[in-house]
């Protein structure tokens, strides 16, 4: 199944390529003209206008809340019936500690707001929060792939794992570039990686 866009591409193999090329070059405007630092982070504001333009040049839902519910294998994201109550409660969770900070994005993560592209955007999200809240971000190029999904897949049950993992990535270069690139690497997706079972409510 091929989503809906604006691109008019009818081949998810296509889609995919157009989606990660243009979806790099949106976020390295974001970090370029300094737009990320006048967000306000951890908020799911904040959230959505990273995913609006990262990705409005090729979905009309970017930015905006999924009317699907969507689960990964035996996990189901957040259903749809109460998916704005769940992002209001991580608003609300404290991030003034790396373990907060963690604990907020693997909520985040299990209510996957959007119908695509949560992964690079919450990514840009976290980091955004690590840098204003400990002065640190991940180093995704330290982070490996395979781990790292397994890890967010096991997260919701138990955060000690992903936890680790990025911890031992965190670096203080928080303004260099190639760093906060790597994180947009769309093959740390689930998408691609774990098969989605989609319910259309529409």
């Known amino acids: 199944m091929v989503l809906e866009n604006k691109l008019g591409i009818t081949d998810s193999a296509e889609l995919a390529r157009q989606e990660e090329k243009i979806s790099k070059k949106k976020a390295l405007e974001l970090f370029e003209k300094g737009i990320l630092n006048s967000l306000e982070a951890g ?8 995913h609006k333009y990262l990705f409005d040049e090729i979905y009309e839902f970017a930015g ?13 994201f957040a259903p749809v ?10 608003d609300k969770m404290p991030q003034s500690t790396y373990e907060e900070i963690i604990k ?17 955007s919450t ?25 790292y999904l397994l890890a967010m897949e096991r997260s919701p049950i138990k955060d000690v794992e992903i936890r680790e993992l990025l911890k031992q990535a965190l670096t203080t270069e928080i303004d260099n570039r ?7 690497d769309a093959s740390y997706n689930y998408e691609g990686y774990f098969a989605y079972k989609i319910n259309d409510l529409e």
């Open 43 to 50: 908020t799911f504001e904040s959230l959505s206008k990273i």
């Open 64 to 76: 905006e809340i999924r009317n699907v519910n969507i689960a990964k294998g035996n996990f189901r």
């Open 81 to 90: 019936m109460y998916l704005k109550q769940a992002l209001e409660h991580i």
């Open 178 to 184: 190639d760093v906060y690139m790597k994180g947009i």
């Open 123 to 147: 990514r840009i999200w976290l980091d955004l929060i690590l840098k204003k809240e400990i002065n640190k971000v991940v180093d995704w190029s330290k982070v490996d792939k395979e781990d």
């Open 104 to 120: 907020k994005y693997v909520e985040m993560n299990a209510a996957h707001p959007f119908r695509e592209g949560n992964g690079r």
